[in-house]
Structure formats: structure tokens, C-alpha cells
């Protein structure tokens, strides 16, 4: 799979890229795309990168052993320009046709590390590349669910990180409705009902 990062940095990609590169850190990702569009490769894509940290999706609790990581040059509450968003996608067309992978497969950092990371963030557009099948997005229509079936569903679409149930759900928001509020709702629980339906890991 691929997981989509912020650096969470001022100063553009270059300060990103020396922590990126730098053993004290104990972090790394395998490509980094700077706001101007620019992409370097820090790690190759068969080898392991530490940008995940303790995540886990689906069945797997070592995300990094089984996944690429991407970094947008991106403080956290800035959009992301137009240039560095093309290069994304064409980034992610290229590593999807090499690799096998599939729209289920581009995934947050936030998807797998609930709680504990919020990237790439709400201002990140998750359906235009849903839109040009590099991720997936829900339809307008969407089957009937309930609260009480939210976290079954949505784990069972691979959301398996072992947070509680609002936690969960800040993080399915993050990803779907960054601007909804309270309690979980109708929507929210037809999205991950869909999602069960639609894209069940396990």
C-alpha cells in the first residue's frame, strides 16, 4: 500500500529532507514532493522505510514492512498547491501501475495511526484523487447504516488500529468529513458501511 504523510515543516522540503536523512531521527519515507512540485526519492521502493511508525491496517500491525511512503512539504494547515497535488498523481499512477496497488491501497498516515497522527490533514483533497482512481471516495448514494455498527464496519474495512470507538471516528472524518462535528450520524455510519461492503480487508 501507499500512505500519504505531511512533513508538518516550515521552511519548504529541504529542512524535511535533512530530518528524512538523518539516522538521530529514527524517521524515513521513500519520496518527498515539495510545494513547487519537486520529487525526490530518499529510499528505494523495495526497501523499508520508517513512516509509519506503529501503525496498523487491515491484518497487519507492521505497516511499514508492507507499505511506501509518501511526505507532502506541507505544515499541516496550508492547502496543497496545484503543482505539488499533479506531481502527486502522477507519482501515485506510476507506483500503482509498478506495484500492483490498488485505490484502496493509497491510504493516510491518520487511516493507520488513529489518535496519534492527523495526516495528511483536512485541507488534503482525498476526492480528486478519488476521482482520477488513485484513491476511493463514497458515493452520493449510500446504504442505510446505524451507530451501532459504525466501528465494525469501518474495521472491517481496515481501519484495525486499537483505539476507541471516537477515536475512530475523529480519524474516518479526518479522511471523509473533516468538517462534520458530534456524535456519529446516519452518513457517517452509510460511508462505512459502504466501505465494509465495498473494499472488506478481512
Not at 529542512?15 to 524517521?27: G, K, R, Y
Not at 525526490?40 to 522505510?49: E, K
Not at 455498527?149 to 472524518?173: C, K, N
Amino acid at each position: 500500500m501507499i500512505v500519504l504523510h505531511y512533513t508538518a515543516m516550515e521552511g519548504g522540503a529541504g529542512p524535511a529532507i535533512q530530518t528524512l536523512c538523518s539516522p538521530e531521527a529514527q524517521v524515513s519515507c521513500h519520496y518527498v514532493i515539495d510545494e513547487g512540485g519537486e520529487l525526490t526519492q530518499l529510499v528505494q521502493d523495495s526497501d523499508r522505510a520508517w513512516h509509519a511508525g506503529r501503525g496498523r491496517w487491515g491484518e497487519s500491525d507492521d505497516v511499514n514492512s508492507r507499505s511506501i511512503g509518501i511526505e507532502l512539504s506541507n505544515t499541516g494547515v496550508a492547502p496543497f498547491p496545484e503543482p505539488q497535488m499533479d506531481a502527486l498523481e502522477d507519482l501515485l499512477r506510476d507506483l500503482m501501475a509498478r506495484h500492483g496497488i490498488d485505490p484502496k491501497g493509497v491510504i493516510g498516515h491518520s487511516d493507520c495511526a488513529p489518535g496519534r497522527k492527523i495526516d495528511p490533514g483536512t485541507r488534503f483533497d482525498w476526492r480528486r484523487l478519488a476521482l482520477r482512481g488513485l484513491s476511493i471516495w463514497p458515493p452520493s448514494t449510500l446504504p442505510e447504516g446505524s451507530a451501532g455498527t459504525f466501528a465494525a464496519h469501518l474495521r472491517s474495512a481496515g481501519w484495525t488500529a486499537e483505539v476507541d470507538d471516537q477515536t475512530l471516528l475523529s480519524a474516518f472524518r479526518l479522511r471523509f468529513r473533516p468538517w462534520a462535528t458530534g456524535p456519529c450520524d446516519a452518513q457517517d455510519a452509510g460511508i462505512a458501511r459502504w466501505l465494509a461492503e465495498t473494499y472488506p480487508t478481512r
